[in-house]
């Protein structure tokens, strides 16, 4: 296919006149950031492309360019102000078009002030709001910062907060974009759909995994007394089965001392007998033993779905157990070190 400046480029066939302007090398770079799939279309468009006129090279060039200013200028100060200095660089209608694809390619995310603060800066700001005011800017900050915020708030509020984030479904884009106007004008010294859906458990459980063990017990056993079932499902996701691949060989042995073989073939039939788990349990067991399993998992026959997750979460309730009991440690993401 050859490639001239009196055709309408799709934005496949523009990836790929990039990506044959900038050489193997840069190209090779890009690659790295693109999914598998990515990386499947765009490689079928350069080997379509047989020859590129330099004056699409040079439009394609001169329209990339233009993309990463207008997404560096939103990245530093938001929409507003990345209009303001495209439409100087760019013209009106130019600054206009860059936009509204960036906004929709980019899903710019509200509260995006509150993002470029230090934490100390939000904890300070929001620590006077409605714990629902908390809850939903909490759900759109990055995990680790909105851990170092809520472990900051006052113990009560803290409980407060995250059952009101565990909670929170769909919220109508016009109450997110009118809290976020109300807030910005408090906000004033930062310079800075439809519905959107934030918060969950999900967003919970990524905050929690990422304050200190001391707060997070707390905020579990508060929340216990308020809702013992989003406690227990909570902790069921904060550790699940498929995790034991991350504790070290002297826990993975305590951990067996406590389980039923029936229950660890069940739960294993289910993972894969030679899946990643697998090999981490085998490797901590005698050899007599693993013939055993495999024989068990081989002759058990099929196995319905509930009775392998309870087999499994048999298996993460005796880790939790020992790791509450201290006998275990499960670390946190904020800790360098491996569970021993």
Avoid: W
Avoid at 154 to 180: C, D, F, H, P
């Amino acid at each position: 296919m050859e490639l001239s400046a009196r055709d309408a480029l799709t934005p496949r066939e523009k990836a790929a006149v990039l990506m044959i302007t900038l050489g193997k090398n840069y190209a090779a770079k890009l690659y790295q950031y693109l999914t598998d799939e990515e990386i499947e279309q765009l490689t079928l468009s350069i080997t379509s492309v047989r020859r590129v006129e330099p004056e699409v090279k040079e439009e394609v060039i001169a329209e990339f360019y233009e993309i990463c200013m207008a997404q560096k200028f939103i990245s530093e100060g938001g929409i507003d102000y990345a209009k303001e200095i495209l439409d100087k660089a760019f013209g009106s209608e130019r600054a206009s078009d860059l936009i509204a694809r960036l906004s929709s390619a980019l899903r710019v995310r509200p509260f995006d002030f509150v993002r470029r603060a230090e934490s100390s800066q939000v904890f300070n700001f929001l620590q006077n709001e409605h714990p629902q005011t908390i809850a939903l800017i909490l759900s759109y900050l990055e995990p680790d910062q909105a851990a170092v915020v809520l472990a900051s708030l006052s113990l009560e509020k803290q409980t407060s907060v995250i059952a009101r984030i565990a909670n929170m479904g769909a919220t109508s884009a016009e109450y997110v974009k009118e809290a976020e106007r109300v807030l910005e004008q408090k906000f004033s010294s930062m310079s800075m759909g439809n519905q959107t859906l934030v918060g969950g458990v999900d967003s919970l459980v990524e905050i929690l995994n990422c304050v200190d063990r001391g707060t997070e017990r707390h905020l579990l056993e508060s929340l216990e007394q308020t809702d013992a079932e989003l406690a227990e499902e909570i902790k069921n996701r904060m550790f699940v089965f498929e995790d034991m691949i991350k504790l070290g060989n002297q826990a993975i042995q305590r951990v067996l001392r406590e389980i039923d073989n029936r229950d660890l073939a069940v739960a294993l039939k289910g993972a894969g007998a030679e899946g990643e788990v697998a090999k981490i349990i085998f490797s901590n067991v005698s050899k007599r033993l693993q013939e055993m399993i495999k024989e068990d998992i081989e002759f058990m026959g099929p196995i319905r779905v509930r009775d392998v997750e309870e087999a499994q979460q048999k298996i993460v309730n005796v880790i939790r157990r020992l790791d509450e009991a201290g006998e275990i440690i499960i670390s946190r993401k904020s800790e360098d070190e491996l569970i021993v």
